[in-house]
Each structure stands twice: as structure tokens, then as C-alpha cells.
């Protein structure tokens, strides 16, 4: 069964920093691409940023120089991290597997709230 638990949400003042970890089972997660999304109140879901199982990452023009994702093969997890946060990055965070049209697992996801 395929599970992608994603924590490290809360409440963060504007310019703070936050790490996200998404712990996978399930599945052989060095084989997978991972993407991770958010959903503002009121908004569909947007694309964040994703990692290839190459490593490689892409990150949407939002995220560019202020969030990065990595991964722990070792220890199946993926590793999003934001920065320089500001009120328009609050939302629910979520990790998925695979990227674009391919994702087909996604986590309950956390919440983040950026306060001035």
C-alpha cells in the first residue's frame, strides 16, 4: 500500500523558513519521481516543484530561489524546504508520486500558514 505522509507544517511569520519531510512506503521510492504541490484557500491545487529519480529538479517561477526539494533514497524521503516565505505561500502542502499527468499517489498533506 502506498503511503506518502507529509509533515512539518504550521504557522511561520512572513520571511521564515520551513522544512517539510515526506516520508514514502509502499513502493521502491528511488525508482519514482516525486512532485510536491499546493493548494491556497479557495485556489486548485498548483504545481511546486518536482525531483526525477535521476535527482534532477525543476521548480515552478513561484518557488524559483526560494524553495528546494531533495531526497534520502536511504531512508525514502523527500525533503521540501522554503524560504523568504510571504502570505501568498500559505496552503496545503502535499507530495506525490510522479510528476505532471503521471502522479498517481498523493499524501494527506500539511497545512502552512504564513503571518505577518
Known amino acids: 500500500q502506498v503511503q506518502l505522509v507529509l509533515s512539518g507544517g504550521g504557522v511561520v511569520h512572513t520571511g521564515g523558513t520551513l522544512r517539510l519531510s515526506c516520508e514514502a512506503s509502499?513502493?521502491?521510492?528511488?525508482?519514482?519521481?516525486m512532485t510536491w504541490s499546493r493548494q491556497a484557500p479557495g485556489e486548485e491545487p498548483e504545481y511546486v516543484a518536482y525531483?526525477?529519480?535521476?535527482?534532477?529538479?525543476e521548480s515552478a517561477d513561484s518557488a524559483k530561489g526560494r524553495f528546494t526539494i531533495s531526497t534520502d533514497n536511504g531512508n525514502n524521503r523527500l525533503y521540501p524546504q522554503m524560504e523568504r516565505l510571504v502570505a501568498d505561500d500559505s496552503g496545503l502542502y502535499r507530495c506525490?508520486?510522479?510528476w505532471g499527468i503521471g502522479v498517481n499517489a498523493w499524501g494527506q498533506g500539511t497545512r502552512v500558514t504564513v503571518s505577518s
Open positions: 506525490g508520486r510522479g
Open positions: 509502499g513502493f521502491t521510492f528511488r525508482d519514482y519521481d
Open positions: 525531483v526525477e529519480r535521476n535527482g534532477n529538479t
